[in-house]
């Protein structure tokens, strides 16, 4: 094991005599695994990397000091580690390995974190990028520790990063959205990163044509409207923006990358979410989706590839690795590949690494677990980590601590690791959400508190082979706080309602639950004190009070012979009494997030939760009552940031502590001074959260909160009295629990014996070699109990209840009765009330007794009437308040109102121009533009003037010409006020509105005239509108004059209609709605259909003021005496009406009545003048009818006639609106053309601007380019000045060989020249043929290690050459060794002029392509020059070319085709004369030429023939055209679509059948479980039906008896008694029944009272039950 030699600034400076080291790390990866060597892996977790030796599993660990550990990469052929920190300004960190010592650090100018490293595969060079906010990409040379390029991309995150294995000049980075690949350039020592993104292709696979935003190529041509320009100019961008500015309809979803690597080749495979593998070209970078064969789905059910999570290229394709927990075989051939199963590993597979020989393949799975896949004959797959499922939740140490440690996730996985070397021993899966885990001190067991409430009791006797022996199900809430005492006497359970469960720890016991203590919610930590010399266990407890800012801390004390007087310490619902346990109440002035009492029971020490200090508080030696505030006696400065926790060792003179920093301190307990300090986590992962110290002190376990991992840490220097004192008391507390221990380990160990030889299999699952089958926990299925369990809790209530109910039940009985006979009297009294007169009577709510009661039913009912009322009155408000801003907006801010006109009798409708008033704004900007043409107009007229005085004519004849010109525009004047309508464009003249201000619409090219001509045209429509609102107005009250007459005449038209008692209905006209639009605004109260809710006030406020109303009425009814004589003499008038006389009736003579035979003369006489009275009166009333015929008649035709003449007047009215609209319509269309013209003339501005920006910027990239190849230049020409000084050297080496040796003979010369010429030949060394068939890379050149190595050999072969052996005969040994030296010489600089060759022709490479990018930059700055000078001639066009609108007559448009105009694009305006004239011209040369074409007819028929036939060719192939347009548009529904285009069909077809089949599996098991539910039921009823059948034969069977008894008595009774005697007997028996029948009810009810009755006693009961706070 190594640890990092490095320590930063705020690390201690001062060795400790005693210091604390990392024994063992247990962490599993949260990011990729890497090869060191062929037998070593490594991964980061938490503050360390973590080295594995695949072939014997040992563990070495390199711990990083300054924090927790990023990302890590490793360099296999030199053997070298590197990984990133996560503090400020991170660093990146080289090791070697195996000696793990630092060989380098790299710092950078990045601010947060580096999220990727990678090594080249040869060379010196890694590659780093970071995170927000630099995102930059940088090149290290790690050796030398220089950045040699870098560069930023802000905004892009990168989560796959490698090297081209085949060349270390290419980098592909990898996003889920893109792909890049990135170029690495050298110039000598000058290194520059150049990118290029890959085209991905579609979702669907698809490719589509990408247009050039900048220059695109394919605009449409305008002649009309102006040029077209791209969409960044019309989004009215300028900047960088607009060159990859796209529409959001332009945009098409891209597939999604997720893993790459590279191919010998220098190609890319890259997988995609969407399921498609693409090929990426590596020199064109063009992407090609490989096809997949059809037959190469996986067969089994249930398997789905979506997408390779990782990818490991192999010879002939791919590894894949998906989250189905299989690894694919990608063998790809051409453009298509085929898929077929490698590897079954049952987990979601995260990563895919070949070993460096590719004889190993490594398998890591997405819960950290870590495979090794051996390939040979015999493929084996061995598991090198199994994982944890999940973080570590809670660890403890088994007693006695220095052989096993336990561990818990929150899945409830517990494992068994030894403290040795940190092996795991054994697993054991509770299936349950775990929350906290505690080892018993006292025998080998241990607890585990889980979120259902439960405490699972653990047997670790036996450490290999754990078992759940006992389980307490103590409460609802979550368990979240475990802890034995330190003698392991009682088990402590601390729930989140505020409970502590105290449960005897013995398994002897079978942990028997003691009782429960009741302090504060959320308890932030429990804390006891058990001395071997005392007889009491001291329990502290605290917890938070967030609504004052202190902490309260409950202590209470435990005998230790509670077990045997536990009844009488708790009552019956369990609860321990405070008297009994001595409970004190405490308060801290400030808040305090750990607390724990020390041994001696005299002070309590708190870590302060706000402020970093530890504190000490003295506790009171007297007893008090209420809570004791406490003060702070001693107060250390902690030096740790962040919410801490303290905790006490286990003899309690040391105080451990850590904080989110981290660190763990271990204090002295009198100084609070820390002695020891070590930072095993770190702040990022949110520090330490939990540590166990064993009872010797030697083992120490710190777990990381949110990292995932657990340390064991031991000391260095362990002695002295610091060692003595802890391992005394150790000793002591052995001795003291050596004879519990052996006892309950005893009964642990027969319990396990007892359970084996019963044969039962165990509850939970034990695991001691987990197999690859075993999945996380979150995929195990949990046992399911029907039988719901019940808490103890509420166990222990329930025997309560039904102990009081039983001790109870006499005095409920006579409460029952009680209250019975009070509502007899109840009932009698209201009775009685009812019998009472109604003044006598009391209201029926004073015999209520529960008064408190009912007016708590009473308020409730009125709060919820209230906050219905209120819900109401807010529903309203908000209506109304909508109500008035549609009313502000639409009616109350309209000038002018818009309403409609209705005709009389004809369908005509006429509406107004609804107005709003102008702002002050607009008519200050109108008087502007007025003053500013009045201006222009006299400005023009002076010029005129002074150009007319400055002519050669005379003063005489200027006067006079100046006569002439006034003369002129006076009558000019009038004739501009009646210019033709088609040179303004518009009829605006036609509503006398003056247009003499308006500009010509050809003189319209400045914005300035565009925008006042276009104040002038709204001030016209405005006019127009106001001019027609004006004439609506007048005929609107026409119409109210109208409507009033035809009213004032219907009233003689209803009396004459009653006088001659007609059926005719009288015709009233009325408004409509929409003539009265503000009807709309008020609500009348014939329109509310729902009953009107008046209030009570109200409703008696209208009741007082109507009374006084009446009486002054009937007063007034009663003083008018006149009326009242009239009506009852004269019937209500003075005089007979001419009205009347179709109403006078002549009274019939009294002899009438009497037969024609007995009348009297005299009545004759007075018949025939009753005869002639009334053939007058009938005269009278026919003459009158006629008459009121006549006038209702007049009457009618002049309500008619008038309301025709209105129609009429109407009608024009409706012409003249819709001449209005016409106006108003033809200036808008002006007003549009000139917007129109704006806009695109600021759309050409912003299309110039942003060209001129684009050519600024490719002349500053020109210029760099340029100031490159100068540069190149200067470089390449020193450089090459250099290699020809040193190729002249090499030469001249050569040429004066034999100047050096012309001392000795010629031949030996030649034979020296021999040798000087010989060079060594250099062994490559071989590589075995298994190697090469599995490396697909095979070697790798370009290696700077292999060019220096390959230098070494030749030296050292230069070696053996300059040896004694190839002396030449007779030379002189002098020199040989000159020759030797000059030969070494020659051979050194022969290296060095290769090596700089290979420079020369890399600089020479790297300048031709800066001078092929000059090249196209100086292309791109002449097409965007040309580019510019076409926009300038189109803008220069366009403001030339202007639009005109013009007004024509009907008939005066020749062309019958309009589309004709609009190809005229250098048409011309001219006068109508012109073009008769020409037209007279045409026609007679018309004339002239009709005698040539018609020799030409027949000639031309022919033509037309071919023509025709052409023409019908060209239309049946149009046909058929659109009928295979209308084949491809054939509707195919989803289910068709999806069997074309999905190429896995048929296994989504298989995959749908397998989930099918499932569900109808679990739904047959359901179906089946119900039956066999039911059959029990059955079952059961047919036991009950036989048992109701005996009971029921036996009934009879005594019935019969009875009827046997009575008949006998019966007889006897007749036989001994009379009748009377027998009836009275039979009457006495039948009250007697009726009133035990009576009695049996009244039981009954009171019963039930006394029940109803008790339950309200025991709620009383716990309303009262007594407070913990005493007040």
Sequence with gaps: MAQSQEREEGHLGVINPASLSVRWVQGFPKQDVHFVNDSTICYSSGNFVIFINIETKKKTVLQCMNGIVGVVATNIPYEVVAFSDRKLKPVIYIYNFPGLTRRIKLKG???????????????????????LPEFELALWNWESGVILCKKSQPGVDVSHMTFNPMNWRQLCLSSPSSVTVWTIERSNQEHYLKVKSVKLPMEDGSYF??????????????????????????????????????PKDDVYPLLHPTMHCWTPTSDLYVGCEEGHLLSINGESLEATVLDKTEDSLPEEVGRDLISPVSMAYQKGGVLASGIDGFVYSFIIKDSKYSIEDFLQIKEPVEQLVFSPSYKMLLIQTEKGSVYIYTFGEEPTLDKILEACDGKFQSTDLITPGNEYCMTLTYSGEICIWCVEDGACVSRIYLNTPATVLACSPSSLSAAVGTVGGSVHFIDVLDAESPQAVHKAFLSEYPVQHLLYDQRGMYLLAGTSEGYIFVINAKPSSLFHILGFVEVGKDILQISTVSLLETDIVEVMVLSPLPETGRSRLEIFTLPKILPQVSATFANERGRMRDEFIHKFLYETEHSLSSAVLDFQSHQIYGFCSEVPYICSYPLPEKEHSGVYILKPYQKVQSKQYGAGMISLSVHGLWLLTRAKCGTLCIRDIHTLESFVRCRSHSHQGHGIQSVRMSMDGQNILVNGRDDGTLVCLRWRQFGGNVANEILEYWQQLLTSLSITIQKENSYLNLRQRYSLDLGSEPEYTVNEDVNLHIESSQEELVLVDNTKEIPWIQKKNQEAIKKEVKQYSNKRREIKRGIKELAKTVLNMMEENEAVDNIAQLEQKEFGLDLEELEWLQRESEEEVAKIRKDVEMRNLAKRYLAELIKEECWNSMAVKGRALKCFHIPYVVENFPMKERTEEELKEVNRVLQQKKIETECLKLRKEIIEAQSTVTMAKAHREEEEEEEEEEAAAPRDASLPNYLLGSLCTDFGVHASLLSSQLELHSREEKINQIVLLKD?????????????????????????????????????????????????????????????????????????????????????????????????????????????????????????????????PAFMAKPDAVWTEEERKQFKDYEKKVKELNEEKDKYRKSLEAELKKIQNSIQESTQNFDEYLKRL?????????????????????????????????????????????????????????????????????????????????????????????????????????RPRTHKPKIQSDATS???????????????????????????LDGINNIPEGLDPLVWSHFCMTRRMKVENEQKVKQKAAGLVEMMAFLRRRVDEDEKMQQEIEKVSHELILLQEEKAKFQLNLTIQILLKQGQVELENFQLLLEYSDAILINKSIIEDLNAVIRTQGQKKVASMMESKDIHKGIFHIEWEHKKMEMEMEDLNQKAWDIQMLFFSRERQKFLNEPNYESLVAIQIGIMEQTIAVLDKTHKKNVENCKKLLKKLGKYSNQKDVANYTLSCNLREELVAVSERKDICNAMGSILTCEKIAKERYENMMEQQKLTNISKQQAEQISVLQAEVQRLRMKTFPALVPM
């Design 1020 to 1148: 016209i429509i405005y006019k127009v509108k106001t001019v027609f609102n004006n004439e609506f107005d007048a005929a609107y009250k026409q119409k109210e004059f109208e409507i009033a007459r035809v009213k004032e005449r219907n009233v003689r038209i209803q009396e004459i209609i009653l006088d001659l008692e007609l059926e005719e209905s009288v015709w009233l006209p009325e408004f409509d709605d929409s003539e009265k639009p503000e009807r709309t605004l008020v609500v009348e109260h014939g329109e509310i259909t729902a009953p009107i809710h008046v209030p009570p006030w109200k409703k008696a406020k209208t009741e007082l003021i109507a009374a006084p109303k009446m009486e002054q009425w009937l007063q007034a009814q009663a003083m008018n005496t006149r009326n009242r004589a009239l009506m009852d003499m004269m019937g209500g008038v003075l005089e007979v009406r001419k009205e009347d006389i179709l109403r006078m009736v002549i009274p019939q």
């Design 109 to 131: 100018n990045v601010l947060l974190d580096y999220t990727l490293l990678s090594f080249s595969y040869c060379g010196t060079y890694l590659a780093s990028y970071s995170s």
């Design 1214 to 1318: 409706f012409e003249r609106r819709v001449k209005a609209e016409m106006v108003v319509s033809q200036e808008e269309l002006k007003i549009n053309n000139l917007v129109f013209s704006l806009l695109l003339d600021e759309e050409i501005s912003c299309r110039e601007t942003f060209l001129n920006n684009y050519l600024t910027r490719k002349q500053e990239e020109k210029s760099q380019t340029s100031e490159a190849i100068q540069k190149s230049k200067e470089d390449l020409d020193v450089y090459k000045e250099n290699y020809d000084n040193l190729l002249a050297e090499d030469k001249v080496l050569d040429r004066s060989f034999k100047k050096e040796f012309s001392e000795i003979p010629s031949h030996q010369v030649d034979i020296l020249y021999k040798l000087f010429k010989r």
């Design 209 to 246: 044509n990408e247009k050039d935003v900048v220059f695109p190529e394919s605009l449409p041509k305008d002649p009309i409207y102006g040029p077209v320009l791209p969409l960044s100019a019309i989004a009215g961008l300028v900047g960088e923006e607009a060159e990859t500015f796209r």
């Design 1334 to 1360: 599995l490396v697909p890379f095979g070697e790798r050149p370009g290696s700077g290690k292999l060019n220096k190595d390959a230098f070494a050999q030749l030296m050292k072969a230069m070696d053996d």
